[in-house]
C-alpha cells in the first residue's frame, strides 16, 4: 500500500472467538457510496482535492460513488461476476473496463502499473 491510498469500507465489531457481531455505523452500501456519506471519514480530508479517479465496483450503482466529487479523469471499472451475458449490455453502458466471471486484479494492477510506471 502507498500513503496515497486511502481504503473507506465497513468495518466490523467481533466476539472473543473471532465471530462477528455487528457491522459498525454508518454501513456503506451501493446507494450511499458518495461524498455526502464520506464526509464523515478521517480519509475524506485526504482526498477530497484529488481530481483523479480510479472508481472499482460490482453494481452499476456503484458509479454513483463520485457524485459529489470535483474530478479531471476518471476510469471506470466494473465487475461482473454473475450472468455475464445477461449483465454486459448494461455494464458496458456505464464502466470503460469490464472484469468478468469473478476474475482477477491483474488489469487493475497492470492499469496502475501503467500509471505509476
Given at each position: 500500500?502507498s500513503?496515497?491510498?486511502q481504503i473507506?469500507s465497513n468495518?466490523?465489531?467481533?466476539?472473543?472467538?473471532?465471530?462477528v457481531?455487528?457491522?459498525?455505523e454508518?454501513?456503506?452500501?451501493?446507494?450511499?457510496?458518495d461524498?455526502?456519506?464520506?464526509?464523515?471519514?478521517?480519509?475524506?480530508?485526504?482526498?477530497?482535492?484529488r481530481?483523479?479517479?480510479l472508481?472499482?465496483?460490482?453494481?452499476?450503482?456503484d458509479?454513483?460513488?463520485v457524485?459529489?466529487?470535483?474530478?479531471?479523469?476518471l476510469?471506470?471499472?466494473?465487475f461482473?461476476?454473475?450472468?455475464v451475458?445477461?449483465?454486459?449490455?448494461e455494464?458496458?453502458?456505464?464502466?470503460?473496463?469490464?472484469?468478468?466471471?469473478?476474475g482477477?486484479?491483474?488489469a487493475?494492477n497492470?492499469?496502475?502499473?501503467?500509471?505509476?510506471g
Open positions: 500500500m500513503d496515497n491510498i473507506i468495518t466490523f465489531e467481533y466476539d472473543k472467538n473471532g465471530n457481531l455487528k457491522i459498525k454508518p454501513i456503506i452500501h451501493s446507494l450511499n457510496k461524498e455526502t456519506l464520506l464526509k464523515d471519514f478521517p480519509a475524506y480530508e485526504n482526498v477530497k482535492n481530481k483523479n479517479v472508481l472499482l465496483g460490482d453494481t452499476v450503482d458509479v454513483g460513488m457524485e459529489g466529487f470535483d474530478y479531471d479523469h476510469i471506470k471499472i466494473g461482473l461476476n454473475d450472468k451475458e445477461q449483465g454486459l449490455p455494464y458496458k453502458k456505464f464502466f470503460d473496463i469490464i472484469i468478468t466471471g469473478d482477477r486484479m491483474d487493475v497492470k492499469l496502475m502499473d501503467k500509471i505509476y
